[in-house]
């Protein structure tokens, strides 16, 4: 059991079976090592940011590789070589990698990276993603690799050089398969294990469940065990020694999201090396992925390949409509070649005879067929809401977007062409014409694809075995991918519609369009739980709708009354004249620690400095300066002027007083060290250590536009309104009890604003406890109304006073009398939110002093306040805060 402590000490959760499982959520990096950013030059080099999850992933694989930590690691019996990274699918895994080769080269001087997997689709796509920079899905900066002001390049490889070049990275790209028959069968110009032993090597295995075939099966002989497979070679691999006998430092790190922990032989071989988890159900509710709704019929496959292309069809018209360019993809899935063939007949077929009566007839039969709160409900209204002008022009457009040239068939072994692979790579892009896609199972793993919108089963019924339903699993888990988009100026890559009963939430959901066979649905389901795959049954959500009520509508608070949001100005170059705008002030403090390895290990830590004796104040020299900007991507010119835009040269930054110049560094150093003992490298790494501190300070404190505390008024009637949400059954048995839906009637509560309390369990809670003390506000504020705040009623947002972050807060207390207005801001927060959201209460806490608080064209007669969170833990504290602002301090007793 000693093998599960470190599990316990990284993770401290478990799993099914008391298996010790990685959560993903790192909470011992925060206990047993200061949180410190990545090596900026990560993120600097790749083409696109990375993901709070794949930073999480990079910072347990330093913090595993930590040489501070190498012996307490070692003695909960974990290591280092090989380590695996349960990722989910879409959750941009490569993305990882690319980092993680950026990482070994720079810290631990690997130039040999290995990547394998068992199929060459997903060799054709990871070429594209690390090798190609002319591609629209390669990772890495598009620029150039350039790390510590030197340029490295990245070259493809079929063997590795004994003696490799400088600022070289080396890649070999290659199915496990084809490694398995190189290094057993040796054939010239070919890799070999000879080769191998020159240099240390990285390994990066995708899809690494194929991999285990030895560790699953029940071994039956000494001779079985010896027998060569693939797992075999891979371990060879990893502890080959040199020509001296000599391990070599080789590593492993694999990655899938598929790894059973309840197989006691797989739980023994992965048990000391999961390091990071982040599963399909994390990923979806972090709102990166599409939701995934299930369409179960019997119709005849000819009636699914209609609905199928409309459903498609109204998509990107529904995006046409909103200004968003969006070419969804459909996909065909069959259990054999044979059927998928004819099933593309059948469906170019259908497109040829595609006529207005033919048209007319499925949709208007198909409308009485469907459940009201159906998607096909919802889009056959649509359609037949049109004339006939737009029906025709609607039948032109069908043909010529799933004309059969805009078709991929993805079952022959053409599928690997240059021009398929492209083709199949780069859907989302304008030019590429694919609309529709058959296939059987080579799609299933390796494919990435964000625009897939609709998998519909077509041919002979479905299999029912595990293994084809996991099959799907994946598939689904693949094309629940989010394809972002541009929407009112702004680029998503998160869903920004769930719950709202609009018909942009069409362009966030993936339909999978199935049988009703009990057998098959039973088994999917079993498939969707084991890869905490959520998902929904069409025609399950059901829309709940609040009204504002006729007796509010008639008041003058509704004709004439007015909230109040406060103001946001833009930032302008003077305002960041000096690095203390950022927050950089006084003089930086840093511990020197002598370390045997090539760099010194140079931490911030003040807990440390009282050990030593001695410091030296050591000033910032010119040359040094600007060899540590080179070297960091940050402080090049065009980037730094992004931040500070006061500045006209890097010259400028370096000395100026307000920025560099004249800075110093308190340096501790040990009793025995005195400062001439500091060379160059060291002030060098010190240096760099300090614009580290900088950059951080900059890109957290720099925002274009501010909070500022004057309030502006904005008039009731044009902002409140009626309002929907969109729910299913599992809105109501929600893990946290407060986040679980509510739809009541309000009549008991005439001071509250809706017909119907459709909120959470949580925030109708607060309503109960607020009538509770209506009758005493009463006594004060002979006119009360609680008013809805969220994206789908007021939206009125206040955001935090020479701050950029703002929010909606769920609840406006209206309060009026003779003498004034009083307007409360309230925020109900779940348990597991307060620490998140701490600094929503301290904006709440600044709007309640009121200090320098302005409301324009208003005099004394309307206040502001905010109160502290509501929840049931802190229920007490939110009453006696209520009851000072809004009862003169006198307690609000309930009226029981």
Known sequence: MAQLKLFEWLFGKQGKNNNIIATGELNSILYKKNAEPLPSYIQDNLADTLRPYQKRALEALEFVLDEDYSSEIINAGYQNKHLLFNMATGSGKTMVMASIILYMYQEFGYQNFLFFVNTDAIITKTKENLLNPDSSKYLFSKEGIVIDGETIMIEAVTDFPINPSENTIYLK??????LHEELNNPKENAITYDSLKQNKIVMLGDEAHHFNADTKKKKKSKAEVEALSWERTINDILYLKNDTGQLLNNKLFEFTATLDMENKSLFEKYVDKVIYSYDLKEFMEDKYSKNVVRLQATETDDIKMMDALLMSQYRKLVARDNGIYIKPIVMFKSNTIKVSNSKEEEFNDLIENLSIDNLLEHMERRLLSVSDGSILNTLYSYYLEKETSEINKLILELKEDFHYLNILNANGKELLSVDNATLLNTLEEPNNPIRVIFAVAKLNEGWDVLNLYDIVRVGEGASTTKTATDSEAQL???????YPFVYEGKKSYQRRFDKQAIDLGVLETLHYHTTNESAYLKNLEKSLDAINLDTDVDGTQKVYEAKLKPSFIKTDVFKFGKLYENETKETTADDYNSLSSYGVEGTWEIDYISRVAEKNLLTNQTDQLASHKTSYLMPLEEPIVRKAMQRNKFFHFDRLKEYAPIIKSKKEFMDNENFLGNKS?????????SETELTKQDKLIITEKYLSYIEDKMRRNYHKVHGLKTFKPIPIKERIKDYTILATDKDYTNEHVSQRLVDEPTNNFKWYIYDRAVMNHLEYSLLVLLDSFYDKIQEKYPTVFLIRNDERSA??????????????????????????????YIEPKGKHLVQTDLWKQTLLE?????EGITIIGEDN??????????????RDEFVDDLSNVVNDGEYLEQQL
């Open 795 to 824: 939206r009125l947002t206040i955001r935090e006073f020479d701050g950029v972050r703002g929010f909606m807060p769920d609840f406006i207390l209206y309060l009026q009398n003779e003498d004034h207005i009083l307007q409360v």
């Open 665 to 673: 560094i308190r340096v501790y150093l040990p009793a025995h060290m």
């Open 861 to 874: 007669t309307v206040r502001l306040s905010g109160v502290k969170f509501f929840n049931q833990d802190q």
């Open 476 to 482: 689904i888990g693949r094309g629940a991918r989010y």
């Open 846 to 850: 600044e709007i309640q002093a009121g």
């Open 173 to 178: 790209l290659t199915t496990i398969q084809g």
